[in-house]
């Protein structure tokens, strides 16, 4: 089992390093750019476990390390791997 | 327009960040966890171009910014936004 998992900071949290990807990209002439978010994406493989106990463990993994919840937002997907 | 960038480490490129959290799930009692691997997820809003410029604009972003892909590669999707 692969899960595919996206962190990212919740609407109004400050994110400088977005900020600053933003600053950068206009200064190497890219004006057409509004706005950036910068977020983590990890990948888990998962072993030995069924699809229903895959969907709270990793619930589970983003409440308990993953995520800081009380500024990111999380989301994640399974995907069946072999 | 809005850009969704995955950025994530070449396969065979060391990824201590990776390790770190697959190693920390694993005390935390995610004995299930078999790998990790850590990569940037990054929104850019784009304004003013049409999805065929943007392509190649996203790609220009990734190539002299966004990714050092002599040790990442990137994959990216647009959405029309309003």
Same mark, same amino acid.
């Given at each position: ?16 390093? %977005? @900020?600053?990807?933003?600053?950068? $990209? ?5 004006? +057409?750019?509004? /706005?950036?978010?910068? %977020? @983590?994406?990890?990948?888990?493989? $998962? ?5 229903? +106990?895959?969907? /709270? ?26």
């Amino acid at each position: 089992m692969l899960a595919k998992i996206h962190v990212t900071f919740k609407s109004g949290v400050l994110d400088p390093q %977005g @900020k600053a990807v933003h600053h950068a $990209l206009n200064d190497l002439g890219f004006n +057409e750019v509004r /706005g950036v978010t910068l %977020g @983590k994406y990890l990948e888990v493989r $998962l072993d030995g476990i069924s699809e229903t +106990e895959a969907q /709270g463990r990793v619930r589970e993994m983003c409440d308990k390390l993953l995520a800081n919840t009380v500024i990111e937002s999380y989301r994640y997907t399974l995907e069946p791997t072999d």
